[in-house]
Structure formats: structure tokens, C-alpha cells
């Protein structure tokens, strides 16, 4: 167990559909980040949360949105889904000045199938 | 923007035998930090090692070793004896500098797949 959970592990759904995939950060860890990882791909960059706000966007879908929670959880909206939504979501967290000390903490991430 | 690449998609080594992987990457920054990721088939990323920049003594985690080269941004994983729990796909990742703001994601590259023979 890394400390990040994600829930939920896995997700199955049509397209058009509206998901909500959550995290929550190692106790202490401030910064929340996600990332998406297709096949064959390494984990693209989506969004940066740190205490609650905005730090970063990546290159992120505006059919998807994020939010930080006052608990410091995360959730990570995904709408009007399409085939090609279909990845591997991670979440990571880190302390965000010691990150590059400690790196991030990944959770096992949720694995989204869109049908 | 920065890029990373890892020109190896597949690799494979005997056990116990030694492995280089291969990352180079793309900044215009001179102090970052660089790390590689280990990704098992249970999809956990796994911090393996991490280099900081303005460091020129390569980083030693155990059986594993990085050659960085700052100058020819170059950045590469060496696993020793491997085992057979080394097989996973292992990433490439680059530290974006802090913005002011405190943006601090990773950019990564597309991964080698690493298999271990017995």
C-alpha cells in the first residue's frame, strides 16, 4: 500500500457517458496530481492540485475537470466519454517541496474502459 | 517544452546478467531532476532512483545505477544482476523546475519494456 487510494480499480462504461474517479492523497501530502497512461503510452500529464487549488494544467480535455476537496481528496470528472477515453488514470501525490527529494507517490490507479 | 524519449520500447536480459536502458530528454533548464520509474504488471509506479542535476556523481540505489550525462542529456538505467522481479516496464521521468508557483509535475517518457530470462 503507497498511501495514495484510488477508487474505484476498475470502471466500465458507454460512450456519452459522465464518470468520477477519486483520490486520496498520502496523509501530509498537499499536491495531487493525474495522469493518464493509454496503451502503449507513457503517463501523460492532466492536473495539478495543491491545498485545494489550481497549480498546473496539462494537456487535459475540457470534458474532463478536476477538483481538490477541503480533506484534500481529488476527483477527476470525466464526461461526454469516447473509445478513445479509455486508459489507465493515475493519481500521485507529494508533499510538493520534497517531491523531488521523495519523488511522487503513485496510487494503482483506476482503469477505465469505455464501450 | 520538455521531452523525454526512451528509444527502447522492448528489452530483454539474462538473469543475473546486466541491463542498460536508455533515456535522453529535452530542457533548456539547467537545474531539474530526473528519475526513473518502475511499473510491475500490478501497474504500481515504483520509484527506482532519481538524479539531481547540479549533482555529477552518478546515483547508486543498490543493484541499480544511472549514467547522467548533463551535457549530452542523456540519462540511462543501469539494473545489475537482474532478477526475475525486475521485469516491469520502466519509465523515464523529468522533474519540470518549480515555475514560481510551484508546479512540479513529471514528464515522462513512453517506457521500455524489460524482460528477464531465466
Known amino acids: 500500500d503507497s498511501g495514495v487510494t484510488q477508487t474505484p480499480k476498475h470502471l466500465i462504461t458507454a460512450t456519452g457517458q459522465r464518470v468520477t474517479l477519486r483520490c486520496s492523497p498520502r496523509?501530509?501530502?498537499?499536491?495531487v496530481y493525474w495522469y493518464q497512461q493509454s496503451l502503449d503510452q507513457g503517463l501523460q500529464f492532466l492536473i495539478q492540485?495543491?491545498?485545494?487549488?489550481?497549480?498546473a494544467k496539462g494537456n487535459i480535455l475540457e470534458r474532463f475537470s478536476a477538483q481538490q476537496f477541503p480533506d484534500l481528496h481529488s476527483e477527476l470528472n470525466l464526461s461526454s466519454l469516447e473509445l478513445g477515453d479509455s486508459a489507465l488514470y493515475f493519481c500521485a501525490s507529494s508533499l510538493l517541496d520534497t517531491s523531488a527529494i521523495y519523488g511522487y507517490t503513485f496510487g494503482s490507479g483506476t482503469r477505465l474502459t469505455v464501450v | 517544452a520538455q521531452t523525454v524519449t526512451q528509444s527502447q520500447p522492448e528489452m530483454s536480459v539474462q538473469e543475473a546478467e546486466t541491463v542498460t536502458l536508455s533515456c535522453t530528454y529535452d530542457t533548456s533548464e539547467s537545474d531539474y531532476y530526473l528519475f526513473w520509474y518502475k511499473q510491475p504488471p500490478s501497474r504500481q509506479m515504483i520509484l527506482v532512483i532519481r538524479?539531481?542535476?547540479?549533482?555529477?556523481q552518478n546515483a547508486t540505489e543498490n543493484r541499480f545505477s544511472v549514467n547522467f550525462q548533463k551535457a549530452a542529456k542523456s540519462f540511462s538505467l543501469k539494473i545489475s544482476d537482474s532478477q526475475l522481479g525486475d521485469a516491469a516496464m520502466y519509465f523515464c521521468a523529468y522533474r519540470t523546475p518549480s515555475s514560481g508557483a510551484g508546479s512540479y509535475q513529471l514528464t515522462f517518457g513512453k517506457g521500455t519494456k524489460l524482460s528477464v530470462i531465466p
Open positions: 496523509s501530509g501530502d498537499l499536491s
Open positions: 492540485y495543491y491545498n485545494g487549488e489550481e497549480r
Open positions: 538524479q539531481e542535476a547540479y549533482k555529477q
